[in-house]
Nanobody, 121 residues
Framework: EVQLVESGGGLVQTGGSLRLSCVVSGDTMSTYCMGWHRQAPGKGREWVAGFDSDGITHYADSVKGRFTVSQDNAKHVLYLQMNSLKPDDTAMYYC???????????????WGQGTQVTVSS
């Protein structure tokens, strides 16, 4: 059974930094397109950053230049380094693993339970 467990969330002031981690067990990360999503109170879940099936990183415009996604395949961990945090970044952050098919990412996969990030003004 594939499991994704996030950690690293917390309360931080505007301008601060956090690093989120997502430990993957039950399968190899190379099988998936790994990424991060978030959901703020009262809003839908939105994509934040991730890898495509060719291992190239992509970012939502709202976080570009501030967040960096990376992964350590040997340790089975996905990271999200978040710098220059803003109150609008306050959300539950979810790790996800979408099945990879050749040069494309599928629509189905696995999700973690989330880790809360709160940025105070």
């Amino acid at each position: 059974e594939v499991q994704l467990v996030e950690s690293g969330g917390g309360l931080v002031q505007t301008g601060g930094s956090l690093r989120l981690s997502c430990v993957v067990s039950g399968d190899t990360m190379s099988t998936y397109c790994m990424g991060w999503h978030r959901q703020a109170p009262g809003k839908g879940r939105e994509w934040v950053a991730g890898f495509d099936s060719d291992g190239i990183t992509h970012y939502a415009d709202s976080v570009k230049g501030r967040f960096t996604v990376s992964q350590d395949n040997a340790k089975h961990v996905l990271y999200l380094q978040m710098n220059s945090l803003k109150p609008d970044d306050t959300a539950m952050y979810y790790c996800r693993a979408l099945y990879s098919y050749g040069h494309s990412c599928g629509e189905f996969g696995h999700w973690g339970q989330g880790t809360q990030v709160t940025v105070s003004s």
